[in-house]
């Protein structure tokens, strides 16, 4: 299909060329050029971000007159080392003499939709699949690669990128948003960094256990064979440096993302974490399956594969100020489109969490929070957080903002900072689109006054389509788990014929029926220890325990 579209639309797969960007630098507001959308709108109730044709890609993007360029200005676009796609970036802008004193920040996200309308062929391929599959021994896109790792991925390739920038102008004291745009933009320098280089410049002082923690879950790793045979490659340095005027930056957008959270959490936001095991294998079963079964013969046989490093290490998510803040400014960005979106009365799929249903629960979680949840991380110690496990509500989607409880949102959130590997991202942008553009044409002309353009999907499409995402994420979640869980005990089995050693400690989550739940500590996975009655200990107890019954299958 790639190859087809490439033949037919080169232009839209290649890289800005200095027309376009002379297009958007030098656009005004004043223009009264009538363009081919412009007849569009005003002869039809046609949306303009909607084309008939599954084979047709835009020609020019459509929202190039209200594209805004942040010219040079350094967006800051943070990942592991092995991420190949790169679908967010963040920069910082100074408000002097605001009342009350305030900066804004802005969250730049990947533009799929800049050249591929809501009917292509590619776009009801995602739709299918919903999202990308990460699994330990490959990856399963959304897209094709030459696209998410190409020209629509933010690496610093030296070539202006287009994006969709959600900005939020927060309050310096209070970290509350006092003002937010949505804009298709253009940024032109950007800055890959590496989450261990941005933590090592960043400050600790917010991280639950501090820079301690954060190295003894750098450091949790258990693997098999224990020293790695082969190399593992990866997409940008594995370290770097920082310079004193991106250090500077990077303060400043950690000092407001924490503000950020200080807010959140006046509102009610809590987290906890059981953590979670991340399984590498090396070399990627994909690599060898795309480079040997391209040229192998029929009868190829799997077998004459290399044998695999397999490893497995604790999540950082909340162990790294890097990760921390990121996560942060996606729920900014969650926020300014949840947002505009209530204000402007346009569909779209909103992330809400509901209360515990039950009024005791209620109380427990209120006397919780205040009393059990550090104020400077918003973390909730994991023992205390056991006995209320059971009675967290779970995520749902909705066409409706009903807020989200454990992160302290009262309009709730839309995601929109993954469109090159999530579905419901990228149908948010159209619809966030497609509204701009009628705003934009109805201001500039003055013999339109009542005129509007319906939205790219309605609510009879949405809402079914909610329950179809909703339970596309569910068994890929489940599979995910399943994946992961085959290669730990893989990993597990492989060092017992190996003679290492598989004790480890860990705290008793609950009982089963014939022993209890036991949790790592070091790597995060969960399994079953058996015991009589009388011999399990209590919810949150600290045990050691053997791992001695291996079967992946």
């Not at 790169?86 to 305030?102: K, M, N, Q, R």
């Not at 590619?122 to 790792?149: D, G, N, V």
Request: hydrophobic residues 35%; contains cysteine; charged residues 25%.
């Amino acid at each position: 299909m790639l190859d087809r579209i490439k033949k037919m639309y080169p232009e839209c797969l290649q890289q800005l060329n200095q027309d376009d960007i002379d297009r958007i630098s030098q656009k005004t507001t004043t223009t009264t050029t009538t363009t081919h959308v412009d007849l569009v709108e005003r002869t039809t109730t046609f949306n303009p971000m909607v084309l008939q044709d599954p084979t047709e890609m835009y020609r020019r993007d459509p929202c190039d007159s209200i594209r805004h360029d942040f010219g040079h200005q350094p967006a800051y676009a943070i990942d592991d080392p092995s991420a190949s796609e790169l679908d967010d970036a963040f920069s910082v802008e100074h408000e002097p003499g605001s009342t009350p004193p305030s900066t804004w920040i802005h969250v730049h996200v990947a533009d799929p939709t800049s050249i591929l309308p809501p009917s292509h062929e590619m776009s009801r391929l995602a739709a299918e699949r919903i999202q990308s599959s990460y699994l330990p021994e490959r990856t399963w896109p959304m897209f094709p690669r030459a696209l998410t790792e190409g020209v629509l991925s933010l690496n610093d390739d030296g070539h202006p990128k287009k994006v969709m920038t959600f900005s939020a102008r927060m309050s310096d004291d209070s970290g509350e948003i006092i003002e937010f745009k949505i804009r298709p933009g253009l940024i032109r320098k950007i800055v890959t960094l590496n989450y261990d280089d941005v933590d090592k410049v960043l400050s600790w002082d917010r991280v639950h256990g501090g820079e301690a923690e954060g190295t003894r879950i750098r450091n949790s790793i258990v693997s098999v064979p224990e020293e790695r045979v082969v190399e593992r490659k990866y997409y940008r340095a594995v370290t770097g440096s920082v310079n004193t005027e991106d250090k500077e930056k990077l303060l400043t957008l950690q000092i407001i993302a924490q503000k950020h959270l200080d807010y959140r959490r006046s509102h009610g936001a809590f987290n906890y974490t059981l953590g979670r095991p991340l399984v590498e294998i090396t070399p990627s079963l994909q690599s060898i399956a795309d480079d040997e079964m391209r040229l192998a013969p029929v009868d190829y046989s799997c077998s004459q594969w290399p044998k695999p490093h397999i490893s497995c290490r604790l999540d950082p998510t909340f162990a790294s100020p890097a990760r921390m803040m990121v996560a942060e400014y996606m729920i900014v960005a969650g926020r300014v489109s949840a947002l505009f979106s209530r204000d402007h009365n346009l569909p779209t799929l909103f992330r809400n969490q509901p209360l515990p249903a039950a009024e005791k629960h209620k109380l427990l979680f209120d006397e919780m929070i205040s009393k059990k949840t550090d104020p400077k991380t918003g973390m909730t110690d994991l023992v205390d957080m056991l006995p209320l496990r059971p009675y967290v509500t779970g995520a749902e989607i909705s066409t409706t903002s009903l807020g989200h409880w454990s992160l302290g949102l009262q309009v709730g959130y839309c995601r929109v900072t993954s469109p090159l590997r999530r579905y419901s991202d990228m149908l948010a942008h159209w619809q966030l689109k497609g509204i701009l553009l009628s705003k934009h044409n109805q201001s500039s002309s003055s013999s339109v006054s009542t005129f509007t353009v319906p939205p790219v999907f309605g609510l009879d499409v949405l809402v079914p389509l909610s329950g179809v995402i909703r339970d596309r994420e569910r068994k890929l979640g489940m599979l995910e788990a399943r994946t992961v869980r085959f290669w730990i005990i893989e990993m597990f089995r492989r060092r017992a014929e190996a003679g290492l050693s598989n004790i480890f400690e860990g705290i008793v989550i609950n009982p089963t029926a014939d022993g209890y739940n036991v949790l790592s500590t070091l790597l995060g996975f969960q399994t079953v220890v058996k015991a009589q009655p009388q011999e399990i200990p209590e919810i949150g107890t600290k045990v050691l325990f053997e791992l001695n019954n291996y079967n992946p299958q």
